[in-house]
């Protein structure tokens, strides 16, 4: 049974840092691609971050280019993202997903955690 499960969501202010991690089991995680999405309230899911699996090669939204930063750890089958300068604007469920495929088409990928909260407020 394939599992993602998220951690390290949080109340943080504005500015804050924040980093997340997905821990993946039931599938060989080494071999498919992380990525992270987020819902905010009201609005539909969006990509957030991917990497391949090699790691060589990570995709950001440019909403959060410069300020998050996607790694793994194909040893422990982890995917984290590194939240630095948050905003209020970045609240929302954040969801660890994995695909065959660097994409930030939500349809691609068939493996998804169940999110972490995140809110930046003051």
């Known amino acids: 049974q394939v599992q993602l499960v998220e951690s390290g969501g949080g109340l943080v202010q504005p500015g804050d840092s924040l980093r997340l991690s997905c821990a993946a089991s039931g599938l060989s995680f080494s071999t498919y691609v992380g990525a992270w999405f987020r819902q905010a309230p009201g609005k539909e899911r969006e990509f957030v971050a991917g990497i391949s699996p090699s790691a060589r090669i990570p995709r950001y939204a440019d909403s959060v280019k410069g300020r998050f930063t996607i790694s793994r750890d194909n040893a422990k089958n982890t995917v984290d993202l590194q939240m630095t300068s948050l905003k209020p604007d970045d609240t929302a469920i954040y969801y660890c997903?994995?695909?065959?495929?660097?994409?930030?088409?939500?349809?691609?990928?068939?493996?998804w955690g169940q999110g972490t909260q995140v809110t930046v407020s003051s």
């Open positions: 997903a994995a695909s065959n495929l660097l994409s930030s088409a939500e349809g691609r990928y068939g493996y």
